[in-house]
């Protein structure tokens, strides 16, 4: 019996948040922990995944496939990596204008990504909320949104996911032709209107449209993204854990995941002005350990929600703070 393949997207609301950074290395761990695994870069427009992974830059890709320039299944595009057990999918190359690809392109991309095999595939996806990127992400009910502590990183990615919502509800019900006008008043939101909340919205759909506010509920409960927090190094930062979850119940009635966070060690910028792949170069490193503890809980968790993650994930960084933070030490950290 074939494998089953878990696509994981993975996207962020703001750029330089080390999206990219955080995907090719879960790539390599899960490779390393014996899980065939294909990274695919889809940051269409900003394609650099490679330089991650110790790949050159001379191979056709998605911008080559969707343009017709190279014409192949898609399993003819996947390079192995010097990573046994880990394949890659270039991006965009050296192929102009992808970021804003028809959508034709977008459809047939969906199709590539089904169509590749193995058991877990990474999508880069671009930071932000244009539509490719929504709608690549809701490829899969849950996908990893990395994000860093700080305040703009925060808002960006909630912006993010009720972006996320909408574009799903939207795609839903765009067929009805009752909900039109509905569905119109949500890309007309204003500053000076009232807090969207999906809540309010489908209690107001109740009574004229039953069927449509079931929709929007079985939305909500598909929806799980998962939140992975990058660069982290204090202990007041695991109060944003809680917030989140207040901001995805009240307003988008959403729940979601928190997988793990990784510690910030100056060593990463040192090491990404040379060429190599991080999780091979500093396998001790506390970034690599981080990397792999939460390898471990998508190996074991990912198709199962995890309740009470919030509270769990901030007990257990409160317990080793004193490793973690003060002084960014290179000691082995805790199992996050």
């Keep these: ?7 994981i997207p993975i996207a962020g609301g703001k750029g330089g948040v080390g999206k990219t950074f955080v995907t090719a290395n879960l790539a390599v761990a899960l490779a390393q922990q014996g899980h065939r695994t294909i990274a695919v870069d889809l ?16 191979y056709p890709g998605i911008g080559d496939y969707l343009n017709g320039t190279v014409k192949c299944v898609p399993a003819e595009l996947v390079i192995e990596t010097d990573v046994p057990g880990l394949g890659f999918v270039p991006g965009d190359g050296r192929m102009p204008f992808m970021a804003n690809i028809k959508y034709t392109q977008k459809q047939a991309l969906r199709k590539f990504v089904q169509a590749l095999r193995a058991r877990y595939v990474l999508l880069d996806l671009s930071a932000g909320t244009a539509f490719n990127t929504l709608d690549l992400f809701l490829e899969a009910n849950s996908g990893i ?9 925060i808002m960006s990615t ?31 939101q204003g500053v000076k209107d009232q807090v969207f909340s999906v809540a309010r919205f489908r209690s107001q759909l109740m009574e004229t449209n039953p069927e449509a506010a079931a929709e929007i509920e079985s939305i909500c409960r598909r ?10 190094d204090e202990l007041n930062d695991t109060e944003i854990f809680a917030r989140i979850d ?68 901030r007990e257990r960084i409160t317990e080793y703070a004193s490793t973690l933070f003060p002084e960014r030490s290179n000691e082995k950290g805790p199992d996050l």
């Design 1 to 7: 019996m074939a494998e089953e393949t878990t696509i």
């Design 43 to 58: 940051d269409l427009g900003n394609s650099n995944l490679h330089s991650l992974l110790g790949v050159e830059n001379r």
């Design 145 to 153: 949104v990395v994000t860093t502590p700080e305040r703009p990183a």
């Design 158 to 188: 909630l912006v993010f996911l009720k972006s996320l919502v909408l574009r799903a509800i939207d795609q839903s019900l765009r067929r009805d032709t009752s909900m039109t006008e509905k569905l119109k008043q949500l890309h007309k």
């Design 223 to 232: 929806l799980r993204p998962r939140f992975l927090y990058n660069m982290m």
């Design 246 to 313: 207040q901001t995805l119940e009240e307003l988008l009635a959403i729940e979601g995941d928190h997988l793990g966070v990784v510690p910030y060690d100056s060593m990463v910028r040192k090491w990404l002005k040379q060429p190599g792949i991080f999780k091979i170069e500093a396998p001790d490193s506390p970034i690599a350990q981080s990397i792999d503890r939460i390898t471990r809980r998508i190996i074991r968790y990912w198709h199962m929600p995890l309740p009470g993650s919030a509270e769990a994930l």
